[in-house]
């Protein structure tokens, strides 16, 4: 429908898969933390076999675009996760537009529980 051909849907699959949909390819994203301080991001294409088969495919415009997205959204994660480990916090602080994401801290939190050990990592 007309929708699915400009807008973009993304999906959360908990813990650690996300989902992007746009008209002409999917971006699927794993993430496995490997320690406080690292996780490592996967992300792999998907593309209609009939776009692929196409004289002059090239994926490149959403790869280069999906790269230069994502790292600017990892320096902004790394610059707030730096702000965090600073003395003067105790805990994060969550926007309102970041309300949709509580599913995901209750989440967490039912597993590892409300407490974290001491240190720079703290619930939100």
């Known amino acids: 429908n007309e929708a699915e051909q400009t807008r973009h849907f993304g999906e959360l699959i908990y813990p650690n898969l996300f989902i992007s949909m746009s008209c002409d390819h999917v971006a699927v994203f794993t993430l496995q933390a ?31 675009f999906w790269d230069l997205v994502n790292r600017q959204d990892w320096e902004i994660c790394e610059r ?16 309102p537009m970041e309300d949709l994401t509580l599913d995901i801290r209750e989440y967490v939190i039912s597993r590892i529980g409300p407490h974290l050990p001491e240190g720079p990592y703290q619930p939100l």
């Not at 294409?45 to 994926?59: A, C, Q, R, V």
């Not at 707030?80 to 602080?93: D, K, L, W």
Request: hydrophobic share 35%; proline share 4%.
């Open 34 to 64: 490997v320690s406080p301080l690292k996780t490592i991001v996967e992300c792999h294409f998907l593309f209609e076999t009939y776009e692929i088969e196409k004289t002059g495919f090239d994926p490149s415009d959403a790869v280069d």
């Open 80 to 95: 707030v996760q730096q702000g965090m480990s600073s003395r003067v916090h105790e805990a994060g602080f969550c926007a």
